[in-house]
């Protein structure tokens, strides 16, 4: 099954010199990070073929939080503007059903 896009993937990070491991265009590594693990190799292959880039935000702006954390009244506002979400509760009710196809 294939789809197509029309935005360049991205992932974001926020360890400097895990990009740095996964995007360096050099034939051999040598890392200081102590873990290296098959992740990072998968993810440095697929940055090479150009499936996907890797990219920098600062841990504080991480979209990701919003999903996995308890956020502070402030973080989770910044999370429901960064997810592009809108307050529905009061938004205007259709008067005519929205009707169904049948098969």
């Known amino acids: ?9 991205v992932i974001w990070y926020d ?6 491991f996964v995007t360096a ?10 873990h290296v ?4 190799a998968w993810t440095r292959q697929e940055v090479q073929k150009g499936t996907f880039k890797v990219q920098y935000l600062e841990i504080d702006k991480m ?7 308890v956020l502070p009244k402030a ?3 910044q999370f429901i503007r960064q997810c592009n979400l809108v307050d ?3 938004a205007p009710i259709p008067k005519t059903p929205i009707s169904t196809p049948t098969p």
């Not at 034939?27 to 990070?33: D, E, G, M, Y």
């Not at 693990?37 to 990072?40: A, E, K, S, T």
């Not at 979209?63 to 954390?69: S, V």
């Open 37 to 40: 693990d098959i992740h990072n």
């Open 88 to 90: 529905v509760s009061e």
């Open 63 to 69: 979209p990701a939080d919003g999903l996995i954390k």
């Open 25 to 34: 265009d050099i034939p051999r590594l040598h890392t200081a990070l102590r």
């Open 75 to 77: 973080k989770f506002d």
């Open 15 to 20: 360890n400097q010199q895990t990009i740095r």
């Open 1 to 9: 099954m294939r789809f197509h896009l029309y935005e360049d993937i």
